[in-house]
């Protein structure tokens, strides 16, 4: 596949998720500048992690009008593949590629720890390798991740399987005490009802180097390899 | 003309840092305080002398990028009395 990282002013991820893709899964990849227009021939998508300006105002609202996102709609209503990690999730959230908004945490702190995630299904282009109800390690490193959306829009993305992922005990638990930033029903990470964009608070590019102990990032890569094509 | 954007968060959507505030001045001694939320405010110089003009740009703008419908709510007020 062919992939574009984009890069705003105040992202930090983006290299992160540029050896993910090219070092570790060998994908031919592109840094996007948010102010060009050029996704041409790419099969792939990546917002990064990071500041976008600054989270000015509010985190990536300001980076939803850069000239890259215009394009990026387009991009994401031909079917092309989409995932915002951590800032790039609130970016997706601000453009209204995916609903709902990422607030501050609950616990008056930056949270920046590994934290298990259950697979909530397996039936999505970014689940396809993983089993519904599996315990997947990936950190959190962020300060506004605590999820919201009203109670009626929560049942429609339950109900339209969107939910992939949600923080849960070791075990694969869902409880209140270890929702680590206060997020609607434990969610860390959704994808839209075409199931083509995905959101995530946690950084799955950081746990693909075998290195740095586990690897189970590379899962959700290698799952969209799977299902859209290597 | 000054016209002022209140960005407040949206009933039910909760503000850890408005609590944060709340629990000090408490602690402070200041035992009155209820509820503390914390929104913003933004300060826009406009081109423009017609206020109801002006007010509906600004809320255009309220719309578009200065709040968050999901958790904000705002409105537009002229600023005679603010700080600002």
Not at chain 1, 82 to 101: D, K, M, R, S, Y
Not at chain 2, 46 to 62: C, F, H, N, Q, S
């Given at each position: 596949?062919?992939w ?11 290299h992160d998720a540029y050896y993910a893709l090219h070092d570790i899964l060998g994908q031919d990849v ?175 590019e950081?746990?693909v180097d075998a290195v ?6 590379r899962?959700?890569f ?9 | ?84």
């Amino acid at each position: 596949m062919k992939w574009g990282v984009v890069v705003f002013p105040g992202s930090n991820c983006d290299h992160d998720a540029y050896y993910a893709l090219h070092d570790i899964l060998g994908q031919d990849v592109r840094y996007i500048w948010h102010t060009e227009r050029d996704l041409d021939g790419l099969d792939g998508v990546m917002l990064p992690g990071g500041f976008a300006y600054g989270d000015y105002l509010r985190a990536g609202a300001i980076a939803r009008f850069s000239p890259a996102m215009d394009e990026l709609v387009k991009f994401s209503e031909k079917g092309g593949t989409v995932i915002g990690v951590c800032n790039g999730f609130q970016v997706l959230t601000e453009l209204g590629l995916l609903p709902g908004a990422l607030v501050r945490n609950t616990g008056l702190r930056f949270i920046c720890e590994d934290l298990p995630l259950r697979v909530e299904h397996a039936d999505s282009r970014f689940t396809a390798t993983c089993k519904a109800g599996e315990v997947l390690n990936i950190p959190v490193a962020h300060n506004e991740g605590n999820y919201m959306l009203d109670e009626a829009g929560l049942d429609e993305l339950e109900a339209n399987k969107q939910v992939l992922f949600r923080y849960c005990t070791r075990e694969g638990e869902v409880t209140k005490e270890v929702n680590p930033n206060g997020s609607s029903r434990n969610i860390a990470g959704i994808m839209n009802r075409q199931g083509n964009v995905l959101g995530m608070m946690p950084h799955p590019e950081r746990r693909v180097d075998a290195v740095l102990g586990h690897v189970d990032g590379r899962k959700i890569f290698e799952s969209v390899l799977q299902s859209v094509g290597g | 003309m000054v016209v002022l954007v209140e960005v407040m968060p949206k009933e039910g959507i909760l503000d850890p840092q408005g609590k944060a505030v709340g629990n000090a001045l408490r602690q402070m001694g200041y035992e009155e305080v209820g509820e503390v939320k914390i929104g913003k405010i933004i300060r826009l110089e406009l081109d423009e002398t017609d206020p109801d003009k002006a007010r509906a740009r600004a809320e255009e703008m309220g719309r578009q990028l200065l709040a968050n419908p999901n958790v904000e709510r705002f409105r537009v007020v002229f600023p005679e009395e603010a700080v600002a």
